[in-house]
């Protein structure tokens, strides 16, 4: 079964500050990682997924297989970051999306 | 992007009626959408694969006869909670993905269901 790992609840950070929002999952084969952002009151939406190995917004998450993570990083936090972050897993080529519990970025001025 | 709506977006009802929750792909058509379950402060957890014109995929531990899920068309998945309890009090989310497609997949603004 796989499962997802989001350590931290709640992150708190300095504008303009790094950012790094854990995770860790566990899988026994080839998954696939995502990153979901919800704003808030707004919908759950894709921001970046480790296949594609692209910055959106400022963000990159590199898959490490070895430590099985995949880590959310921004080198300077906006306070337009503020919102929940979800890290999930899919099956290598499936649908079904095994979330983390997410963690709450807050950046303050 | 393509949207994903849901409805209604908030529903209140009493303790042993039904309530339908609609989920539809606005501009596009979705052979499977997903149906999610979320506590508060807490993830979100996948209740079942809807599937056009077939039975819908329960994942473990949900109740099938408890959360109907009919998807009877393309662009429209339906979940009716039945003799709804209190505990069933919780925000519904749908997800979609363009068939044939193995990109993104869109979410619902999400359904929030309080049972008194």
């Known amino acids: 079964a796989q499962r997802v790992t989001q350590p931290e609840k709640l992150l708190s950070v300095f504008k303009g500050a790094p950012v790094e929002l854990k995770c860790n999952y566990s899988?026994?084969?080839?998954?696939?990682l995502f990153w979901y952002v919800q704003y808030s009151r707004q919908r759950l939406q894709l921001l970046l997924r480790?296949?594609s190995r692209e910055s959106i917004k400022g963000f990159t998450a590199d898959l490490n297989k070895g430590e099985t993570s995949f880590h959310l990083k921004k080198p300077f936090a906006q306070e337009e970051d503020s919102a929940m972050y979800y890290c999930?897993?899919?099956?290598?080529?499936?649908?079904?999306?095994?979330f983390g519990t997410g963690t709450q970025l807050k950046v303050e001025l | 992007g393509a949207v994903v709506s849901q409805h209604p977006s908030r529903v209140i009802c009493k303790s042993g009626t039904s309530v339908k929750i609609e989920c539809r792909s606005l501009?596009?058509?979705?052979?499977?959408m997903f149906w999610y379950r979320q506590f508060p402060k807490q993830s979100l957890m996948l209740m079942a694969t809807?599937?056009?014109?077939?039975?819908?995929?329960?994942e473990q531990g949900v109740e099938k006869d408890k959360f109907l899920i009919n998807h009877a068309s393309l662009t429209l998945s339906t979940l009716t909670v039945t003799s709804a309890h209190p505990e069933d009090s919780s925000f519904y989310i749908c997800?979609?993905?363009?068939?044939?497609?193995?990109?993104?997949?869109?979410f619902g603004e999400g359904s929030r269901l309080t049972v008194l």
């Open positions: 501009d596009f058509q979705a052979t499977t």
């Open positions: 899988y026994s084969g080839s998954p696939e």
């Open positions: 809807s599937n056009e014109g077939s039975k819908a995929t329960y």
């Open positions: 480790h296949i």
């Open positions: 999930a897993l899919a099956p290598g080529g499936g649908n079904k999306l095994t």
């Open positions: 997800s979609a993905r363009e068939t044939g497609n193995t990109g993104e997949l869109f």
